[in-house]
């Protein structure tokens, strides 16, 4: 477990430690932001932390056993049904569905309404990698100061597609139109990687340091 100081009107953010993504690239951006971090995968520091963040890179059964036999999707219901903000980054956002067609299937938390399936990219290359216009579908704090569209940087061959319209904010192309930012109530994500994304990826990270900080306002 490592920690960062930070003012003591900064919030918490815990980076839920599973074992898979790009932790550190995601401390660091958060910490440019104003953020106080924390790494771990100990119950009881992300049960204290104002915000959470799940990061993934990878394969999405792999990445749900783990987080079960860590106790980890109990712990996360736990924390957003009790209004913690939580934000899911490139697969961590697949994670908060309820299902993926990955690798033959496995359920998501159940976080948001809707399943993850492979893009429908006919003659264009799989994983989708590279930069993308994210285009706003509606107004939200989550895109605040984000010009529209928004460039970031995407690597997936997976991508969600909410039951909730009311829970997309973000929409990308690539061979299909898919939701890339998500935010229902307390849940956040996006597809791309924030922390490689540059000023905008640090923006939409920004925002959500801004969402924690009113836990503890």
């Given at each position: 477990m490592?920690?960062?100081p930070a003012?003591?009107?900064?919030?918490t953010?815990a980076?839920?430690?599973?074992?898979?993504?790009?932790r550190?690239?995601?401390?660091?951006?958060?910490?440019?932001?104003?953020?106080?971090t924390?790494?771990?995968?100990d119950p009881e520091?992300l049960?204290?932390?104002?915000?959470?963040?799940?990061?993934?890179?990878?394969?999405?059964?792999?990445?749900?056993?783990?987080?079960?036999?860590?106790?980890?999707?109990?712990?996360?219901k736990?924390r957003?049904?009790?209004?913690?903000?939580?934000?899911?980054?490139?697969?961590?956002?697949?994670?908060?569905?309820?299902?993926?067609?990955?690798?033959?299937g496995?359920?998501?938390?159940g976080?948001l309404?809707?399943?993850?399936?492979?893009?429908?990219?006919?003659?264009l290359n799989l994983?989708h990698?590279g930069?993308?216009?994210?285009?706003?579908?509606?107004?939200?704090?989550?895109?605040?100061?984000?010009?529209d569209?928004?460039?970031?940087?995407?690597?997936h061959t997976?991508?969600?597609?909410?039951?909730?319209?009311d829970?997309?904010?973000?929409v990308?192309?690539?061979?299909e139109t898919?939701?890339?930012?998500?935010a229902?109530?307390n849940i956040?994500?996006?597809q791309?990687?924030?922390?490689?994304?540059?000023?905008?990826?640090?923006?939409?990270?920004?925002?959500?340091t801004?969402?924690c900080?009113q836990v503890?306002a």
């Amino acid at each position: 477990m490592s920690a960062t100081p930070a003012p003591a009107a900064a919030p918490t953010i815990a980076i839920v430690d599973y074992g898979m993504g790009n932790r550190r690239s995601v401390e660091k951006s958060l910490q440019k932001v104003g953020a106080a971090t924390v790494m771990s995968r100990d119950p009881e520091v992300l049960r204290a932390a104002d915000g959470l963040l799940l990061p993934g890179v990878g394969a999405f059964p792999a990445a749900m056993r783990i987080i079960r036999e860590l106790g980890l999707d109990e712990l996360l219901k736990e924390r957003a049904a009790a209004g913690t903000p939580l934000f899911g980054s490139c697969m961590g956002m697949q994670l908060l569905f309820e299902e993926s067609e990955e690798h033959g299937g496995a359920e998501g938390l159940g976080l948001l309404r809707g399943s993850v399936k492979r893009l429908q990219a006919p003659g264009l290359n799989l994983p989708h990698i590279g930069w993308n216009e994210v285009r706003w579908v509606r107004e939200h704090p989550l895109r605040d100061g984000l010009p529209d569209p928004t460039h970031l940087y995407h690597v997936h061959t997976f991508a969600p597609h909410p039951t909730d319209e009311d829970a997309v904010l973000g929409v990308a192309e690539y061979g299909e139109t898919f939701a890339t930012v998500v935010a229902q109530g307390n849940i956040y994500g996006a597809q791309s990687h924030p922390e490689k994304s540059s000023t905008h990826g640090l923006g939409l990270l920004a925002n959500f340091t801004k969402r924690c900080a009113q836990v503890i306002a």
